[in-house]
């Protein structure tokens, strides 16, 4: 698969290598096996993965304010799977978004960027039993903001997946729902 192939709205979900990326997938719930989750969109003709992350390198900078970011960032997609250690897997949309939708969305992910990522949100969201608990007592707050909370709130902004609260999803979840429901068709192997 090439990167001309990717749309607005597509999600790439990471598996990692690390110990952090199988934690979270463990205390995620495990299946598919995701530990982290960015959403695709056009911006100035090219196709970049925003993602609220913390633990990229300083030299992997966001190439929108051209600085190392930690929380909205955006990257170049192409080629996102060589920079990155573990499998990328592409959740496509299961139809394009129309013209309003896709600048919409863009609007969306570039008033983001550069909100921090909410560390606390993220383990909230962790966890079957936990995660269901949290999104209970908790209600959404995106003045920090976590990886799958982050492309939750971008697709139900645009009336894709509507969620009343964005907080409680972690990246198997995410992904789980959005396949169930029909918003997105099988995963396949990222490959630009």
């Known amino acids: 698969m090439d990167a001309t192939r990717l749309k607005s709205g597509d999600l790439l979900f990471f598996t990692g290598q690390g110990l ?22 056009r911006h100035q003709g090219h196709m ?23 929380g909205v960032q955006a990257h170049f997609a192409q080629g996102i799977e060589l920079r990155r250690p573990g499998k990328v897997y592409l959740h496509p949309l299961s139809r394009s978004l129309y013209g309003h939708e896709e600048q919409r969305l863009q609007l969306y992910l570039l008033s983001l960027v550069g909100r921090p990522y909410d560390t606390v949100g993220a383990f909230r969201s962790g966890g079957v039993l936990f995660g269901l608990l949290e999104s209970v007592i ?14 939750a709130s971008a697709l ?15 990246p198997n979840k995410l992904a789980r729902r959005a396949f169930m429901e029909g918003i997105t068709k099988p995963r396949v192997r990222y490959v630009s």
């Open 20 to 41: 952090l990326s199988r934690t979270i997938d463990l205390c995620t719930g495990g299946v598919p096996g995701y530990s982290h989750v960015g959403i695709v969109c």
């Open 48 to 70: 970049l993965l925003f993602e609220s992350t913390s633990v990229l390198p300083p030299s992997e900078k966001c190439v929108l304010t051209e600085k190392p970011v930690k």
């Open 138 to 151: 908790h209600t959404e707050s995106l003045n920090t903001i976590f990886c799958s909370e982050f492309a």
């Open 156 to 170: 139900s902004e645009i009336g894709v997946f509507p969620t009343s609260n964005a907080s409680k999803y972690n």
